[in-house]
């Protein structure tokens, strides 16, 4: 994933809707055609022999209406047909590409138009929407009736169906603006399979654990996207094709919107009405595409997410994140990274909160009460020091929580410290406060050194720092699961810090600059039981206090 826009990945957390087409995202974009049906005759690629007859010629001129050299996987699939079944046939020898007929969101259908040396007439052929072909071979609504059978069949397995047809113009006949000015004959069926990625249903099940409702947008027939649904765990209830979306209001859209989770036969162009009447719905709208088409529903969508390996530079340009992989599983790990950072930046707020109310205070308390200054700007500098490594690197390379994707996705209007967690910062600042202050006091009240005592409150600040690093590294697990997830930043940041207080503490010469006393071993045990205690009241407080420990996350 190639994020365009730093804060879409962290956006991606809250999506609620992701929108996502069929081909090469659900499915692994390597089609193959598997079944053939020419009138009376079909055939099978598990059973049937080799091709002849009318079933040949449907192959043919499905290669026919496709490129010389193909790109397309759909193309590939019916060249690599043609040789394994026709190996004698050349179906491009000795001809010329005359006319040729684009994709145009009226006829949902390619067509060419051949010129065969020494013959006097051309050779035309087409392949498309079973429908479309249909109005173009005139058939009537009993023939094509017929013909919907075998097209719901194959659609019912999961297969792209594509009709076929030929024709034969004059040599010296004028180019028809449209095909559909072509005398064609209906010569068959075609349905290609491709199959789901093995990672999808699992992907699409997790999405649905983490309250992300996952809607896929297809220009395929509704039957085959219907197919193509379950296998990939989608719960296929409502289908709206594109006809049906082209009547509707956006009010009307809006309210289908709600309960379809299939959009089928649709064009590019309508894409930007599907995310619009979702996001009317309150929807937080993760959109991919690949198209120029595409591009203002990528535009549009709150994350934009381009394919890259197929998608065109417009699409990229538009999108806010790019799919290196074209996998629709790439997109649930980015879902999964960005609830894991909004979680992480949540903990480093706490964390900043809760460890600066101690050292207020502890540089507060000597001047209102007349007692020897704990802090001088050189201790503060030093804290710091370790601090803003915690934040920076410990936090921010924090595992996921358990339940990352077993919660309904937060609102995107809340702020990332809200006052529940302000409070709870605050909390655990206040304990730490108190532990180190009585410390101080205590200390003080035995008559040790002013340096002694300053030596042993800032020893007993930086273990009870360590504690709330600990109890701020997971919102909902204990101290004692914390510590088995892995985050090697943090303990190389415990063996800095370790290092630099035995420093401070341990070498003459850097003690008196930051006038301290030496700690005995009864000293250090005494910092260490107030960094332990600290640590279970923390735990104690997070049990009770800490605003995550709801089910519901919108903190």
């Not at 009405?273 to 959109?287: D, H, Q, S, T």
């Not at 090697?488 to 930051?514: C, E, K, M, N, Q």
Request: glycine share 8%; aromatic share 6%.
């Amino acid at each position: 994933m190639l994020t365009r826009r730093v804060t879409a990945i962290e956006t991606l957390g809250a999506a609620t809707v992701l929108c996502t087409d069929k081909t090469g995202t659900l499915t692994q974009n390597r089609m193959t055609i598997t079944a053939l049906h020419a009138g009376p005759e079909s055939w099978d690629a598990k059973t049937s022999g080799p091709l002849a007859g009318r079933l040949a010629m449907l192959v043919e001129h499905g290669i026919l209406a496709g490129a010389r050299e193909p790109f397309d996987p759909m193309e590939k699939a019916f060249h690599a047909l043609g040789e394994a079944q026709l190996p004698h046939k050349r179906p491009f020898a000795g001809r010329t590409l005359k006319w040729e007929y684009g994709l145009r969101p009226d006829l949902l259908a390619v067509a060419n138009v051949w010129e065969q040396a020494g013959r006097g007439e051309l050779v035309a052929a087409a392949k498309g929407a079973p429908e479309v072909i249909a109005e173009l071979c005139g058939l009537s609504d009993e023939d094509y009736a017929r013909q919907r059978r075998a097209v719901d069949e194959m659609a019912g397995e999961g297969m792209r169906v594509l009709g076929v047809a030929m024709a034969s113009v004059p040599v010296d006949a004028p180019r028809p603006d449209t095909p559909r000015d072509l005398p064609f004959e209906w010569l068959g069926l075609v349905g290609i399979a491709d199959p789901v990625r093995p990672a999808v249903a699992e992907a699409v099940r997790e999405c649905q654990t983490a309250g992300i409702r996952v809607v896929m947008i297809t220009g395929d027939y509704p039957q085959t996207a219907h197919a193509i649904a379950s296998r990939a765990n989608l719960d296929a209830g409502d289908i709206i094709t594109g006809s049906e979306l082209e009547q509707m209001s956006q009010n009307d859209l809006a309210r289908r919107a709600r309960s379809a989770t299939i959009f089928a036969r649709t064009m590019p162009e309508q894409k930007l009405r599907i995310v619009n009447a979702l996001k009317a719905n309150g929807e937080v709208v993760a959109m991919t595409g690949d198209g120029v088409n595409d591009a203002p529903a990528l535009k549009a969508a709150h994350i934009g997410i381009a394919m890259g390996a197929r998608g065109t530079d417009v699409a990229r340009e538009a999108a806010a994140l790019v799919l290196l992989d074209d996998d629709f599983t790439s997109i649930v790990k980015a879902i999964r990274l960005g609830r894991r950072i909004y979680d992480n930046l949540q903990k480093a707020m706490a964390y900043i909160l809760a460890v600066h109310v101690p050292i207020a205070g502890l540089a507060l308390i000597p001047l209102l009460f007349g007692l020897p200054l704990v802090f001088w700007p050189l201790h503060i500098a030093l804290l710091e020091l370790v601090i803003d490594p915690v934040c920076s690197i410990v936090f921010e390379a924090e595992g996921e929580e358990p339940n990352t994707m077993r919660r309904p996705p937060r609102d995107p209007e809340a702020r990332l410290v809200t006052a529940g967690f302000a409070g709870w910062s605050l909390l655990q600042g206040v304990i730490v406060l108190g532990l180190v202050a009585g410390l101080f006091a205590m200390a003080l009240r035995q008559g040790l050194p002013e340096r002694d005592v300053r030596s042993i409150a800032f020893t007993a600040l930086v273990f009870a720092n360590l504690g709330l690093v600990l109890v701020n590294r997971s919102h909902a697990a204990s101290v004692v699961a914390a510590f088995g997830r892995s985050n090697p930043a943090l303990w190389s940041v415990v063996a800095a810090t370790a290092a630099i207080l035995a420093g401070v503490i341990l070498i003459p010469s850097v003690r008196d600059l930051f006038r301290f006393g030496p700690l005995h071993w009864d000293d250090i045990a005494v910092a260490l039981g107030s960094g332990a205690a600290v640590l279970m009241l923390l735990e104690l407080a997070k049990k009770l206090f800490h605003p995550a420990r709801s089910a519901t996350p919108r903190y």
